[in-house]
């Protein structure tokens, strides 16, 4: 059995399948006949979770950000991003799609931010001329789920694996109103190990490409800086300030009786275990990041 350090990380995470380098391009040629653009993002990890070639893929074009997971998420920390964005310039909508939380009010929103085109449009006597809405997002946001909503019928493919959508498709929502659904992208290199680790707790990159234990053991680490008292909820464990993440993770094995020949702990199951938790909510309404300025 590999030796476990204090120091225990996530392996670098670099992930770039070549359908993706496909999605990018088909995104900057198809940005310019859409009106406005709809970013999904989780709001457990509102940063980690926006793409940032986005801004420049998709230039100067209105955007809605559609912060989706609102029901697993820290409440007043959502409150919070929700001002940030709408101080960048950004319209922002909070939504849980797997309810439909939120999603009625998208469609009035994307005509309020288009207001103006809206009136210029009239003004030459093109009332009621469709408006083409472009969705983004990175994988395993719950971008096909949130369409699926909002277009009353089964639209987009729905997995739990990151990057299934991998083709564009037009979606009709109504009589006036288009939206160009297309797959969900990373990016060539995260610019942090931080980040890289934030998307691996949620899924949006997939287990196979990661160290499991190590990544549960840095998720104990944030949770006890963050949320001790969801650890003491759940693994029944007070976890120590100087506990090293893989010794959290043992703890909670311990706790859960998970042990193997020689009385030894089963680290690996409990790390899976951990992660299926936090990722179906079984720890309580969690958000790992804070916007810039706090």
């Not at 309810?99 to 093109?126: D, H, I, N, P, W």
């Not at 789920?145 to 037009?170: H, L, M, Y």
């Amino acid at each position: 059995m590999k030796d476990k350090t204090e120091n225990l990380q996530a392996a670098k995470i670099n992930w770039f399948p070549g359908h993706m380098t496909k999605a990018r391009r088909m995104i900057a040629e198809n940005v310019k006949i859409v009106d406005t653009v709809c970013e999904i993002i989780d709001a457990r990890i509102p940063l980690s979770s926006r793409n940032p070639d986005l801004d420049e893929l998709t230039g100067s074009k209105p955007r809605l950000v559609i912060m989706n997971k609102v029901d697993m998420a820290d409440p007043e920390r959502t409150r919070k991003w929700a001002e940030w964005f709408k101080a960048q310039g950004k319209f922002v909508l909070e939504t849980d799609c797997k309810s439909g939380k939120g999603t009625a009010a998208f469609t009035s929103a994307v005509r309020s931010m288009l207001r103006e085109k809206l009136e210029q449009y009239a003004a030459k006597g093109q009332t009621g001329r469709q408006l083409r809405v472009m969705v983004v997002g990175i994988p395993n946001v719950g971008k096909s789920t949130f369409i699926n909503k909002i277009a009353k019928r089964r639209a987009a493919e729905i997995s739990d694996r990151p990057g299934v959508t991998r083709g564009k498709q037009w979606i009709n929502i109504d009589k006036g109103l288009e939206l160009l659904d297309t797959p969900g992208i990373l990016w060539p290199k995260f610019d942090s190990q931080e980040v890289g680790e934030h998307l691996a707790y949620t899924g949006a990159i997939r287990d196979q490409v990661v160290d499991i234990e190590a990544l549960a053991a840095s998720l104990l680490a944030l949770l006890r800086d963050f949320y001790p008292d969801r650890i003491e909820t759940r693994y029944k464990f007070a976890p120590p300030a100087d506990a090293s993440g893989y010794e959290l993770l043992s703890l909670a094995g311990k706790k859960r009786g998970f042990l193997i020949s020689g009385g030894e702990i089963d680290t690996e199951r409990m790390a899976n275990i951990l992660l299926d938790e936090f990722r179906a909510g079984k720890l309580g309404r969690i958000t790992l990041e804070l916007p810039p300025e706090d």
